[in-house]
């Protein structure tokens, strides 16, 4: 499956995917005070892989701007009638990715990835993209699965199984530790990485990362 395969298959997926409720109310409570904290009044944000916008509509409030991306159409669409129903000043959807992005050279103060990194077809190249999208000093925050400390059949043979008869997007196999190490390699000072999970075993790191 390629970019345009994901992107389709996301398309299918948004009507429901908009539906669907949160495993975890609390963890992502958890994680949308921690977020909210480290954003200022004044900052322009750019959040890569919004969904349906539901994070997006919590949090746009709290700053100048807030520009929420996916490569999706229909999670855009989605994401579009929310935002009719519940205006909130400043914020914008739009189909895009971070290729798309970067090359309008516009500069972020903040970079948000929620359940996105994992989802991305070429991790290193995506987070020096986010790097360059960011101005200096400029954080980086994201939260995503960590599919290489789950169960080793689910990542091994059920996933591979699915993306094969076009059941799931392209998904990328890599722990916590290889998550960071790549952060940091992209030219981030990594300031936090927490666990935000209420129930369950956490292998969705919450990670704060600094352009250096």
């Known amino acids: 499956m390629t970019n345009a395969g994901d992107a389709r298959f996301w398309d299918r997926a948004s009507r429901r995917y908009s539906k669907a409720k949160i495993s975890d109310q609390g963890g992502y409570e958890r994680t949308l005070e921690r977020t909210r904290a480290l954003l200022r009044p004044d900052d322009r944000v750019l959040e890569l892989g919004c969904g349906t916008g539901s994070t997006a509509l919590r949090l746009a409030a709290g700053v100048q701007s807030y520009l929420a991306t996916d490569i999706s159409t229909g999670m855009i669409a989605r994401a579009e009638e929310k935002v009719a129903a ?15 992005v970067a090359s309008e050279q516009t500069a972020f103060d903040v970079v948000l990835g929620f359940n996105y990194l994992h989802l991305v077809r070429d991790l290193q190249d995506t987070l020096r993209r986010v790097h360059g999208l960011l101005r200096p000093g400029g954080l980086f925050i994201s939260k995503t699965p960590c599919l290489g400390d789950m169960n080793f059949l689910i990542r091994s043979v059920l996933l591979p199984c699915m993306r094969a008869v076009g059941l799931a997007p392209h998904v990328s196999v890599q722990g916590a530790r290889d998550l960071t190490r790549l952060v940091d390699a992209a030219g981030f000072d990594i300031l936090a990485n927490e666990s935000h999970a209420t129930k369950g075993k956490d292998t969705r790191p919450f990670i704060v990362a600094r352009r250096t």
Do not use: I, K, Y
């Not at 519940?86 to 798309?100: D, K, Q």
């Open 86 to 100: 519940s205006p909130v000043p400043g914020l914008a959807f739009r189909t895009a990715t971070a290729e798309s």
